[in-house]
C-alpha cells in the first residue's frame, strides 16, 4: 500500500474516533433531551406552568393505561409540581404514587406520599384531608419506629393547628419536632422549626419572642447560604417590623428578602413577600404602586389555588382601598373575604375583614350596618377570649384577690392607728410599731401563703398531666396498630373489592383526567373520554338474611363481588358501598356503553346461581343506577360538589328502578341546554333542561319515579 493510501486510512480513523467521541454524546443528551420528563422539568424551569401541569397529567394517564412507570417518578414528579405551587396536579401524581407503593407494600414510601398529600391539601385550605393524611402517615412512622419522619410529620401537624388557629394546640408539635432536629444537627429543619415557632408568638402578639425565635432561625441557617429560607425569615422579621409601626425598618427587611427570594426562584414565598412589600408601600403613603404588588400577589394565589394567601391579599387590598377612601372596594373586598374567613372557620380573619366593613361603614355614615357588624366583632372576640385566654384571667383574678386583701389590711391598719392615736396619744411609737410589725407579718403570711399553694398547684397538675400522657401512650399502643391497618388498608375484607376510603383518594384525580382528556380529544361519539357511575344494589336482600342467616348473606356478597369482576374491567374501580351496595366507575369509557354494560350486570346476576350452603342454590336478581360523571357539563367545577350531585342522580335512578319493578335499571345517558318539551321527575328535581334517560323497563311512561315534596 502506498503512502497516499496509508494517509486515507488515517484520515478515516481520525473522523471514526471524532465521530465516537463528539457526535455519539451530542446524540444521547439529544434522546434525552428529548423524553416526557425533560419537557416538563423544562417548562416548570421556564415558569410555563400551565402547559407543564397539562403535560404531566398527560404523561400520568398514559403511564396508567401502560402501567409501565415506577411509583417513584410519579412521586418525584409531584414533589417538582408541588415546589412550583401547583397542588391539584401533584394530588393526582400522589395519589398514583401511593397506589403503587400500596400494592408494592413500601411502608416508607407510603408515609412520604401521604406527608406530601398532607402538605398539599394545607395549601389548598383543605385542612379535614390534610389532617386525615398526616394522620395516616404518623402511624406508619410510629409502626416503623422513624423517629426522622415522625419529627417532619410533628412539623406539619404544627402548621397545619397554626393554620386553624389552633395557636396553644401548634406549639408542642413543633417543639418536639425542634428537639429532635437540634439532636441530629439537621439546620434547615431546626430553622424551619424555629421560623414556625416565631410565627405563633407573632400571631400573638408577643414581639420579642417572635423577633428572637426568627433571629435564631436566621443566624441558624446562615452559614448555609440557604437563599429561600433566609428569604423567608427576612421577610417575616420585615412583617413583624410593619406590625409594630417600624416602616422603615421593614421595607428595608422585606426588600432584601425579596432579592433573596428571586434569587431562589421561589414563586410561593415571592408572592408572599411582594404582598407584604405592598402593605409596606400602602402604610408609606404609596398606594398605587403597593396594590399593584397586591393584585399580582392575588393572581398567583388564585392561580395556585392557596386560598389562605388570597384572604390575606384580599385583606390588604381591602385596607389599601380603605386608606384611599374608595370605600365601595373596600367593602366589596370585605364581604367577599369574611364569607370565605367564616367558610374556612378562621376567626382571627373574620375580624380584621369585619373591622374593615365597619370602618367603610362609618365613613360612609351608614350607623345601622355599622352597629350590626360591631356586635358580629363583640361575639367573635368573646369567642377567641373564652377559648384562648382562660387561664389568663383566672390568674388575673386571683392576683386581684391577693391586692384586693392586701388593701383591706391596710384600711385595718388605718382605722387602728387613728383610734390609738385618740384614746392614748403617749403610747402612739409603741402602738404604731406593733400595729406595723403585725400588718408586715400577716401580709407576709398571706403572700407566701398564696405562693406555696400555687407551688403545690403547678406540681400536681405537672404530675397529673405526666400520669395521663403515660396512660395514653400505653393505650394508644394497643390502638396505633390496628387503626393503621384499617387506615392504611384500602379494601373490603369480605369482598375484597376497594373500599370507600379508596374511592376518595382515587376519584378527584379521576375527574380531573377525564376532564383533561375530553378537552384534548374532539368532541366525537367513538371517543372514550367519558367517566361512568353506576351504582347496584341486591334486590331483596334482607330476605336472604332473615331466611338463610348471615353467613349465607356473607357468601352472596363475595359471590356477587366476583361477578362485577367478571362484568367490568380490571381498569375500572368497583366499590364496596356498603351493606348489599356497589359502585362501580368505569374510566376512559363512552357514554353511549351505559345500557350495555347495565343489562350485561342484569342479566349475569340474574342467571348465576348462588351457593349459599344449602342442597339447592338460590337465585336472585339486582336493580341499577348510572349517570355520566358528572351528569352535566355546566355544573361546579369542584369535586365535593361534582360527586355529591353525580351519587344523588345515580341513587335516585336506582331507587325509580327499584320502585317500578326490580330486576332492571334506569339511568341518565347525557343531559342537554336545551329546554325539552317531555320533561322527566328527574329532571325537575336536579334541573336538567332535559336529557336522555334510558332503561329496561318497557318506556320511560313506565317508570314510577321516587315522589320528592315540593322546596
Known amino acids: 500500500m502506498g503512502s497516499k493510501g496509508v494517509h486515507t486510512l488515517k484520515m478515516l480513523g481520525c473522523v471514526l474516533v471524532y465521530c465516537l467521541l463528539v457526535c455519539a454524546p451530542v446524540a444521547r443528551a439529544q434522546d434525552v433531551g428529548n423524553t416526557p420528563i425533560d419537557d416538563i422539568n423544562h417548562l416548570l424551569a421556564t415558569k410555563q406552568y400551565d402547559t407543564a401541569e397539562s403535560k404531566a397529567l398527560l404523561l400520568l394517564e398514559q403511564a396508567l393505561q401502560k402501567n409501565d412507570v415506577s411509583a417513584d417518578l410519579f ?54 384531608s390534610a389532617f386525615s393524611f398526616v394522620r395516616r402517615a404518623m402511624s406508619i412512622a410510629q409502626i416503623e419506629r422513624n423517629r426522622e419522619l415522625k419529627a417532619k410529620l410533628q412539623l406539619e401537624l404544627g402548621i397545619l393547628h397554626q393554620a386553624q388557629d389552633e395557636i396553644e394546640i401548634a406549639l408542642e408539635p413543633l417543639k418536639e419536632a425542634l428537639n429532635y432536629f437540634r439532636d441530629i444537627n439537621d439546620i434547615n429543619q431546626t430553622s424551619n422549626c424555629l421560623l414556625r415557632i416565631g410565627d405563633i408568638y407573632s400571631l400573638l402578639n408577643q414581639t420579642t419572642l417572635a423577633q428572637t425565635y426568627y433571629q435564631d432561625a436566621f443566624n441558624a441557617v446562615d452559614p448555609l447560604n440557604d437563599k429561600r429560607l433566609l428569604g423567608i425569615i427576612k421577610t417575616r422579621i420585615g412583617a413583624l417590623q410593619l406590625k409594630s409601626g417600624s416602616n422603615d425598618l421593614a421595607m428595608k427587611s422585606i426588600s432584601g428578602g425579596l432579592e433573596l427570594l428571586l434569587a431562589a426562584n421561589d414563586d410561593s414565598a415571592i408572592a408572599q413577600a411582594r404582598l407584604l412589600m405592598g402593605k409596606a408601600l400602602v402604610e408609606n403613603g404609596d398606594i398605587v404602586k403597593g396594590r399593584a404588588l397586591l393584585q399580582e400577589a392575588m393572581s398567583f394565589a388564585n392561580s395556585s389555588g392557596q386560598a389562605k394567601l388570597v384572604r390575606e391579599s384580599r385583606l390588604a387590598l381591602a385596607e389599601a382601598f380603605l386608606k384611599e377612601q374608595d370605600f365601595k372596594q373596600a367593602l366589596y373586598h370585605a364581604r367577599i373575604g369574611t364569607v370565605d374567613a367564616r367558610k374556612n372557620r378562621q376567626l382571627r380573619e373574620q375580624l380584621s375583614f369585619l373591622s374593615v366593613q365597619l370602618s367603610a361603614y362609618v365613613s360612609l355614615g351608614e350607623f345601622k350596618k355599622a352597629l350590626d357588624i360591631q356586635s358580629v366583632i363583640q361575639q367573635l372576640r368573646e369567642a377567641m377570649l373564652d377559648s384562648q385566654n382562660k387561664n389568663a384571667i383566672e390568674g388575673l383574678q386571683a392576683e386581684i384577690e391577693l391586692v384586693r386583701q392586701s388593701r383591706t389590711l391596710e384600711k385595718l391598719q388605718e382605722s387602728k392607728q387613728l383610734a390609738l392615736a385618740q384614746a392614748e396619744r403617749q403610747r402612739l411609737q409603741t402602738t404604731l410599731f406593733w400595729s406595723i410589725s403585725l400588718a408586715s407579718l400577716l401580709l407576709l403570711f398571706l403572700v407566701w401563703s398564696r405562693y406555696k399553694q400555687r407551688e403545690q398547684t403547678i406540681l400536681l397538675r405537672r404530675e397529673v398531666r405526666q400520669q395521663t400522657l403515660s396512660l395514653q401512650e400505653k393505650n394508644s399502643e394497643l390502638e396505633q396498630a390496628y387503626k393503621t391497618l384499617e387506615e392504611v388498608s384500602l379494601r373490603d375484607p369480605l369482598t375484597g373489592l376497594y373500599n370507600r376510603h379508596y374511592l376518595e383518594s382515587q376519584l378527584p384525580g379521576e375527574v380531573k383526567r377525564s376532564q383533561f382528556a375530553a378537552k384534548q380529544q374532539s368532541n366525537t361519539s367513538s371517543e372514550k373520554t367519558d367517566l361512568l357511575c ?47 351496595e356497589f359502585l362501580v366507575v368505569c374510566r376512559q369509557s363512552n357514554r353511549e356503553e351505559l345500557p350495555e354494560l347495565a343489562e350485561r350486570c342484569r342479566e349475569m346476576v340474574a342467571t348465576s346461581a348462588f351457593d349459599v350452603g344449602l342442597n339447592d342454590p338460590i337465585s336472585i336478581t339486582c336493580s341499577v343506577g348510572f349517570s355520566l360523571l358528572p351528569p352535566s357539563s355546566n355544573g361546579s367545577e369542584n369535586f365535593d360538589e361534582v360527586w355529591a350531585h353525580t351519587f344523588a342522580v345515580v341513587d335516585y335512578a336506582l331507587y325509580a328502578a327499584k320502585l317500578s319493578g326490580r330486576n332492571g335499571w334506569i339511568g341518565v345517558v347525557e343531559t342537554y341546554d336545551k329546554q325539552g318539551e317531555n320533561r322527566t321527575a328527574l329532571d325537575n328535581k336536579f334541573n336538567f333542561p332535559s336529557s336522555r334517560i334510558v332503561t329496561s323497563f318497557n318506556n320511560i311512561a313506565s317508570i314510577t319515579w321516587p315522589e320528592t315534596p315540593e322546596e
Open 534 to 580: 353506576l351504582l347496584v344494589d341486591i334486590d331483596h336482600f334482607k330476605r336472604i338474611n332473615d331466611d338463610y342467616g348471615h353467613i349465607a348473606g356473607d357468601k352472596v356478597l363475595s359471590a356477587f363481588a366476583q361477578i362485577l369482576k367478571n362484568v367490568f374491567r380490571q381498569t375500572d374501580l368497583i366499590i364496596r358501598w356498603g351493606g348489599e
Open 75 to 128: 412521586f418525584n414528579l409531584g414533589v417538582r409540581l408541588q415546589n412550583a405551587s401547583r397542588f391539584e396536579a401533584s394530588k393526582a401524581l400522589f395519589n398514583a404514587a401511593l397506589e403503587r407503593y400500596t400494592q408494592e407494600g413500601d411502608l416508607q414510601s407510603m408515609a412520604s406520599a401521604l406527608l406530601h398529600l398532607g402538605i398539599a391539601e394545607r395549601q389548598l385550605t383543605h385542612y379535614t
